[in-house]
């Protein structure tokens, strides 16, 4: 089992900055890919970033792409997401996950591709 707690999530103003981050336990956290995500109210849950269990490889939405940020620290069973230029449709719930794997694939853009998910986070950017 894996368990997963983000932190960090709050108010912020549009064109601010705000970093996430999502501590896991339980199991060997170094080989795992992990991605963030977010759902905002009456939308589904869509990927923002994922990152390798090296942190060589990274993957992006569009969506955020130059504003956006992952990164992981295997030493402290963390991963993070500095977040940019927020904008106001950035505000959702943000959620992190992680799937044992040795790299990356397209399948770590959907939430199908990975196995365990944290509670999540509320971000909200006002305008």
């Given at each position: 089992?894996?368990?997963?707690?983000?932190?960090g999530?709050?108010?912020?103003?549009?064109?601010?900055?705000?970093?996430?981050?999502c501590?896991?336990?339980?199991r060997?956290?170094?080989?795992?890919?992990?991605?963030?995500?977010?759902?905002?109210?009456?939308?589904?849950?869509?990927?923002?970033?994922?990152?390798?269990?090296?942190?060589?490889?990274?993957?992006?939405?569009?969506?955020?792409?130059?504003?956006?940020?992952?990164?992981?620290?295997?030493?402290?069973?963390?991963?993070?997401?500095?977040?940019?230029?927020?904008?106001?449709?950035?505000?959702?719930?943000?959620?992190?996950?992680?799937?044992?794997?040795?790299?990356?694939?397209?399948?770590?853009?959907?939430?199908?591709?990975?196995?365990?998910?944290?509670?999540?986070?509320?971000?909200?950017?006002?305008?």
């Open positions: 089992q894996v368990q997963l707690v983000e932190s999530g709050g108010l912020v103003q549009a064109g601010g900055s705000l970093r996430l981050s501590a896991a336990s339980g060997t956290f170094s080989r795992d890919v992990m991605g963030w995500f977010r759902q905002a109210p009456g939308k589904e849950r869509e990927f923002i970033a994922a990152i390798s269990w090296g942190g060589t490889t990274t993957y992006y939405a569009d969506s955020v792409k130059g504003r956006f940020t992952i990164s992981r620290s295997n030493d402290k069973n963390t991963i993070y997401l500095q977040m940019n230029s927020r904008k106001p449709e950035d505000t959702a719930v943000y959620y992190c996950a992680a799937d044992y794997a040795i790299g990356l694939s397209s399948a770590h853009r959907q939430t199908g591709g990975y196995d365990y998910w944290g509670q999540g986070t509320q971000v909200t950017v006002s305008s």
